[in-house]
């Protein structure tokens, strides 16, 4: 397994000075991004793609390609969701929106192999009910499963969505189809502006979920995964207010050798 670590000017700065040890830094498809990461350290490259609104035909196949290849990225990810106004309460939406997904995903599975897709889902919160259906773990199980894709588990995510359901994150996260899995994300989550989000530091909480994950790839019960990354920290305005050196500096070792010791 591999650590990488979102791409962020104090990331760089701590490699720069060899603070801190990484694998790979994880950086977003956007043009221009390789020529600035590429001095820091090998890059794995995370995508835009969104299978439920029917924009996947009108992808640029060849610049993911290309963004692959240059990066030896193993496998492109893609996102399940829905549109804002999916009712989850008509079975025709519901009917229509499953075709969807397969008819997306297989578009990718066309053109790159089933085995080089990972599929990964949104949290669900109170301000996404749009989502609902897509983070539903059987559902999002059967579109991995009927696709023949892969599966990138984000901890942050399964554990929000647990906690909007009312459920145990470690159950939600056990009905997946952890034999495909590919890749982990981990990072911190915290209640902003009512709800939710992810991208921040780890605390007690985070660490004790991400060594339960540990212990289950270890223990062989879950597929090991090639990349685990800490999506902490990052670059626009998303990212930059958010993104403490400090927590890098500190919380960047104790992952990297917590990956390194399976």
Known sequence: ?????????????LLKDKNIQVDLIKCPDWDGMLEVSLPYGPITIHFDLKAGLG???????????????????????????????????????????????????????????????????????????????ATDSQTFSNVILDTDCMLLLDLAHARITANSLGIDVKKYI?????????????????TYNGVEEDHFSMDQEDWVLFDWALNQIKAGNWQKPRIVAFEYGGIGEVFIWRTNIDVLRNQVPRLYEAVHAI
């Open 1 to 13: 397994m591999q650590l990488a670590v979102n791409f962020s000017i104090p990331l760089t700065r």
């Open 55 to 133: 924009r996947t035909a009108s992808v640029d196949f060849k610049r993911i390609k290309s963004f692959k290849e240059k990066t030896a990225t193993p496998h492109i990810n893609m996102h399940l969701t829905a549109p804002h106004n999916f009712d989850i309460n008509d079975p025709q939406e519901k009917f229509k929106i499953n075709a969807l997904w397969r008819k997306e995903i297989n578009q990718l599975t066309d053109c790159f192999g089933s085995t080089a897709v990972a599929l990964e889902h949104f949290p669900f919160t109170e301000s996404t009910p749009h989502l609902r259906y």
């Open 174 to 190: 056990s009905d997946l189809p952890l034999d495909r899995l590919v890749e982990m994300h981990v990072t911190g989550i915290r």
